[in-house]
């Protein structure tokens, strides 16, 4: 068993994280060996150890840099796949139902059982391990990461607030499976690809249907324009009610196409600028991810 750490994580991720392999050792199942990475190139190395069960010390971010490191190497289907939530906003996590408290995760990881989740990849060759948004919810995601280290899971609310008061909008045509949804004749707030439930540390449900191991995509979109408008959406996400609103459009697809003015996309909180046309696809089942017993994707 390999267990993979950001090397770039602090005092309390370490302490944690060694109490966390504690629980892992003390099962005696697997030899543990751990590592610690801080680019691709140390991740590579630590993948060539040849290690069969691959546990991610770590939050979305990290997850999002094994699946695809996996990918680039034709490896998703070798491998055995955990997590010890250490991230800040452990979405993916939260999504599984896997403890967030990373000593309790290790005594899940040992009871739960691999079961194979979906992937999205988009046309570059990206993979996505819980969500993809575009527009106000990447625009939160930069702002949050300016106070991310002094703040913590806090910074996502704060950046949201930040990004939600100024928000314009985003003309965007959204495609799913080759049937427009949304047109750019007027502004788009947000367009989401949800494979897990959560964004921003919980503080948002993207989906509340989404379930990482359906086969599908779930699309959101939406619309909500004006300051009190996206106010109420916000209040909304955050609750998980902002399907009812008429400007919350959803659908469910195997691949979703966008087309747009320059903007900024999130992958797992993973920015990039400047897109003008993307396209994902669903990968159904293209992992193993160990869930806790009776837990997990919600049917």
Request: glycine letters at 12%; one cysteine or more.
């Amino acid at each position: 068993m390999l267990v993979i750490s950001n090397s770039r994580a602090g005092g309390n991720e370490d302490r944690q994280l060694r109490a966390a392999v504690g629980e892992l050792t003390v099962s005696g199942t697997e030899a543990v060996e751990v590592v610690s990475c801080g680019d691709s190139a140390e991740l590579d190395a630590a993948l060539d150890l040849g290690h069969r069960t691959l546990v991610v010390a770590g939050g979305d971010g990290s997850l999002h840099a094994v699946a695809n490191a996996l990918h680039r190497r034709g490896e998703l289907d070798d491998h055995v796949i955990g997590l010890l939530p250490l991230g800040t906003g452990n979405d993916f996590a939260r999504s599984l139902d896997i403890p967030l408290a990373p000593e309790a995760a290790a005594r899940a990881f040992l009871a739960g059982s691999a079961r194979p989740l979906d992937l999205f990849v988009d046309d570059t060759g990206e993979v996505t391990v819980n969500a993809v948004h575009l527009g106000i919810g990447a625009d939160s995601t930069r702002e949050a990461a300016r106070w991310k280290k002094m703040l913590g899971p806090a910074s996502f609310p704060v950046g949201g607030l930040i990004a939600g008061w100024a928000a314009q909008g985003y003309r965007m045509l959204v495609k799913a499976d080759g049937e427009e949804v949304i047109t750019p004749r007027r502004k788009t707030l947000m367009t989401g690809l949800a494979n897990g439930r959560y964004i921003g540390g919980g503080a948002g449900t993207l989906d509340p249907d989404a379930r990482p191991d359906n086969g599908m995509i779930n699309l959101v979109v939406s619309r909500s324009r004006g300051l009190w408008r996206r106010a109420a959406h916000a209040v909304r996400l955050h609750r998980g009610t902002h399907p009812m609103e008429l400007d919350v459009h959803r659908r469910l697809a195997r691949t979703v196409t966008v087309v747009s003015e320059p903007v900024t996309a999130s992958s797992d909180g993973e920015l990039t600028e400047g897109i003008t046309e993307r396209t994902w696809r669903v990968l159904p089942g293209a992992w193993r991810f160990v869930v806790p017993p009776g837990q997990g994707p919600r049917a």
